[in-house]
């Protein structure tokens, strides 16, 4: 019995995991790479597997760096069921849908940028031929610390299509938080609600090889206990072996409260300049908090009536279905649906549905509030939001989620006076502002506390899905509790004895 570290190793990014025994491979994840060139060019890696000999996938839940390559493992031969929480599977298929129009619609940019101009292409061709063969052997962690604070949205080739999105779609299986499942041959799973967004799960596999049996957590993305919309984590006690996020290793979230004040602080401040304040932020979970956020400061008199743009179609689609899962809402959230108080609307928000809708922001009458995705500007929206008014001083950046290392955001909010976006270099004159209260992770002390639940420690826990220097500061932390802990490399083989 054999598992194997395929991504979110030493990085937060590209999460994906093959489970193997003589009778069974499960993958668990197929997660994007993101953030730096360094990152995004691992995408294009042949898989460590051949994809027409897995069994099942299992999906932890909807972010780009958890399923964005399943529809390229479907190009690639796989054909077997995926399993995930009706609301992961709902959610799923407007991110897969999303990153596919995005990526035709940058490729067909590039090849007329091509024509015009053959020999830079053909250059740019080489660069990334060359990439893609350091990304097989460099230290990927290694790449991401050195790279320069630059986004690139032009794609030569699109990863996967629309049609092979479709196709993928085909595949997927919803099921119920809860309820056992046989997904391959002598391979269990059980889906327990993460609190991360919507549909999140942490998955319990049980494998089953002769007379062995094993017990293997993925902790997926830990939400927060206490946030609002979501409940909380669920907690697990018991494990063999436990795979444990890391995102914010070392660090802890300023309290809910200081959090929503700084939201209301930077509001306020927006009014009063005629400015601009621009959120980067997921389109999935992190909008809605934030317009969940807005609308109870709105209600409460906190802050003024600012014109807030949501430039994000797939967070508008999203918020759609968060709607259709009152399910999944904590109690304060369903209370406020059935007083008929919608807790993810803001007052005659304005969403921008077109590219020409988008453009027009910039130039409508201020002061006025802007969240686009993605969260940490390595793409969408927002990227042209951030090369338009970067260098605005009236503009501030609000950093409401996390940064990781080497993407254009991180660089923004550690400070940077010059970036890169698309090849033109721009000066930085905004404010940058950051709130980490807003996370949709489990800060430090709220994984040690997840933890803290395990009645029997596994044989080891792997320490995943975070960048080194949080790791560093998690992993002795863990073990204080009395884990065995490891943290694997990216293609690390661990047996499972």
């Known amino acids: 019995m054999r598992l194997h570290f395929l991504g979110a190793t030493r990085?937060?990014?590209?999460?994906?995991?093959?489970?193997?025994?003589?009778?069974?491979?499960?993958?668990?994840?197929?997660?994007?790479?993101?953030?730096?060139?360094?990152?995004?060019?691992?995408?294009?890696?042949p898989f460590a597997y051949q994809p027409g000999e897995i069994d099942a996938l299992l999906l932890t839940h909807a972010h780009l760096d958890h399923c964005?390559?399943?529809?390229?493992?479907?190009?690639?031969?796989?054909?077997?069921?995926?399993?995930?929480?009706?609301?992961?599977?709902?959610?799923?298929?407007?991110?897969?849908?999303?990153?596919?129009?995005?990526?035709?619609?940058?490729?067909?940019?590039h090849q007329r940028?091509?024509?015009?101009?053959?020999?830079?292409?053909?250059?740019?061709?080489?660069?990334?031929?060359?990439?893609?063969?350091?990304?097989t052997k460099e230290d990927p962690a290694a790449a991401t610390r050195e790279a320069q604070p630059e986004a690139v949205t032009g794609l030569r080739a699109p990863l996967y299509t629309v049609d092979d999105t479709n196709t993928a779609l085909g595949l997927f299986h919803g099921i119920d938080y809860g309820a056992e499942i046989q997904v391959a041959p002598g391979i269990t799973a059980t889906y327990l609600d993460a609190g991360h967004i919507l549909g999140s799960a942490i998955i319990?596999?049980?494998?089953?090889?002769?007379?062995?049996?094993?017990?293997?957590?993925?902790?997926?993305?830990?939400?927060?206990?206490?946030?609002?919309?979501l409940r909380d984590p669920t907690p697990v006690t018991n494990a063999d072996y436990l795979l444990i996020e890391s995102t914010y290793g070392g660090k802890t979230h300023e309290p809910q409260e200081e959090a929503i004040r700084l939201l209301g602080e930077a509001v306020k401040?927006?009014?009063?300049?005629?400015?601009?304040?621009?959120?980067?932020s997921f389109a999935i979970g992190r909008t809605q908090e934030i317009v969940y956020e807005?609308?109870?400061?709105?209600?409460?008199?906190?802050?003024?009536?600012?014109?807030?743009?949501l430039d994000s179609p797939m967070a508008q689609k999203a918020s759609d279905v968060y709607r259709a899962y009152l399910d999944y809402f904590d109690e304060n959230a369903r209370a406020l649906v059935t007083r008929h108080d919608p807790p993810i609307d803001y007052p005659d928000a304005i969403e921008a549905n077109s590219q020409k809708e988008s453009l027009a922001i910039e130039q409508a009458a201020r002061p006025l509030m802007v969240v686009a995705s993605n969260g940490m500007i390595t793409g969408g929206r927002i990227v042209q939001h951030v090369k338009a008014l970067v260098a605005d001083p009236a503009m501030t950046l609000l950093f409401v989620g996390y940064q990781g290392d080497g993407t254009l955001g991180a660089q923004l909010q550690q400070g940077a006076t010059q970036i890169r976006i698309d090849g033109q270099d721009l000066e930085v004159h905004c404010q940058v502002r950051s709130i980490s209260g807003f996370s949709?992770?489990?800060?430090?002390?709220?994984?040690?506390?997840?933890?803290?639940?395990?009645?029997?420690?596994?044989?080891?826990?792997?320490?995943?899905?975070?960048?080194?220097?949080?790791?560093?500061?998690?992993?002795?932390?863990?073990?204080?509790l009395g884990f065995t802990t490891a943290v694997p490399s990216w293609r690390d083989t661990v047996e499972l004895t």
């Open 113 to 135: 940028f091509a024509e015009r101009n053959p020999d830079r292409a053909a250059a740019e061709d080489e660069e990334t031929a060359a990439a893609l063969t350091a990304a």
């Open 204 to 229: 319990r596999v049980r494998a089953v090889e002769g007379d062995q049996e094993r017990t293997i957590v993925f902790s997926g993305d830990l939400g927060r206990p206490g946030t609002p919309i």
């Open 269 to 280: 401040l927006t009014g009063d300049a005629k400015g601009v304040l621009l959120m980067p």
């Open 294 to 309: 807005l609308d109870r400061l709105l209600s409460a008199g906190t802050i003024p009536h600012l014109p807030l743009y």
């Open 11 to 45: 990085t937060v990014t590209g999460s994906q995991y093959l489970l193997e025994t003589d009778r069974a491979r499960v993958v668990v994840d197929c997660g994007m790479f993101q953030g730096s060139p360094h990152d995004v060019i691992r995408n294009r890696v």
């Open 68 to 109: 964005g390559l399943i529809p390229h493992l479907s190009a690639s031969g796989f054909r077997k069921p995926i399993y995930g929480t009706k609301g992961t599977v709902d959610l799923t298929r407007l991110v897969l849908l999303d990153s596919a129009k995005l990526q035709e619609e940058f490729a067909r940019s």
């Open 440 to 480: 949709a992770h489990a800060d430090e002390p709220e994984l040690l506390g997840w933890l803290g639940n395990f009645t029997k420690k596994p044989r080891t826990t792997f320490i995943v899905h975070g960048d080194p220097d949080a790791q560093a500061a998690f992993e002795p932390r863990v073990r204080a």
